[in-house]
């Protein structure tokens, strides 16, 4: 028992001499941690006021946050420094983490890397329609590592912010443009199955009144001739507007006694004697 107490009063007296002898340094280095954090607050905030219509709010953001971040960094190398701590090793051990985690999480530092691009060069915007590796939705979301796209059955789409740049990319803002076609008998009326084609698309509400639906031959099958059209439809009304024309149009080519004919093959039979 009574060595037990002597190495609570042992311990109890290194605890005095160490709050003795570094008190100053500890609160020293408490108060520079603390102010560096409301300096940082401080700073935040006016960069933010600073670039605020400036630049890009998400950019203008990030550029903010990752001043705050290099202000708080700095401060707390200067508490250690104030206790005596030697942060030579300290900022090695950083720099070796740095490349560790650098080397493992590269394609994430490449999507922050390239939302930066984005944001700056502003290719789309929320409410726009893009087209990416065979990939298209109406854009919800731009965030600095990924953008948020929504298609028509209401799918939320992840694309990583990497594949946005250096690569194709095909914005056709609001709408989509549906192509279509279809087969006449070569004795119909032509003139007047592009016309019937015609009103069909123009009666459609949700048809894009900016951009003027194109209807004409597209080619001369072996038993038709192929009539296209092409027009622009809002990206969330894509299918369904397309299903419903193509309907209203095999009804109103019937309606005009126009032929949509079957394939056909003339076969020749030749008797050898």
């Not at 408490?30 to 409301?38: E, R, T």
């Not at 009666?203 to 001739?225: A, H, L, M, R, Y």
């Not at 894509?238 to 032929?259: C, G, H, P, W």
Request: with cysteine.
């Amino acid at each position: 028992m009574q060595e037990e107490l002597q190495n609570v009063s042992k311990f109890y007296g290194v605890v005095i001499e160490f709050i003795t002898n570094y008190s100053f340094q500890i609160l020293g280095a408490i108060i520079i941690f603390l102010i560096g954090i409301f300096v940082s607050k401080y700073v935040y905030k006016l960069v933010v006021n600073l670039l605020k219509g400036r630049i890009d709010e998400t950019l203008g953001d990030f550029i903010a946050h990752f001043v705050r971040f290099i202000i708080i960094t700095m401060m707390g190398v200067l508490a250690l420094g104030k206790l005596g701590i030697s942060i030579g090793p300290f900022i090695a051990a950083i720099g070796a983490i740095s490349l560790t985690a650098g080397l493992a999480l590269q394609g994430s530092v490449s999507n922050f890397a390239a939302g930066v691009v984005l944001v700056a060069t502003k290719p789309f915007k929320i409410g726009d329609t893009i087209t990416i590796h065979d990939i298209y939705g109406e854009v919800e979301e731009i965030k600095l590592a990924y953008t948020v796209l929504v298609n028509e059955d209401k799918e939320q789409i992840t694309v990583p912010n990497k594949y946005m740049i250096g690569d194709v990319l095909v914005n056709s803002f609001v709408h989509r443009i549906v192509e279509g076609s279809v087969g006449i008998a070569y004795d119909s009326d032509v003139p007047k199955a592009i016309e019937t084609i015609k009103q069909v698309i123009s009666t459609c509400k949700d048809i894009s009144s900016k951009q003027e639906p194109i209807i004409g031959v597209e080619n001369f099958g072996d038993s038709s001739v192929d009539i296209g059209y092409r027009y622009w439809v809002p990206t969330k009304s894509f299918f369904k507007t397309q299903y419903n024309i193509n309907l209203k149009i095999f009804e109103a080519l019937k309606v005009a006694d126009i032929n949509i004919p079957f394939p056909q093959r003339e076969v020749n039979i030749i008797k050898q004697s």
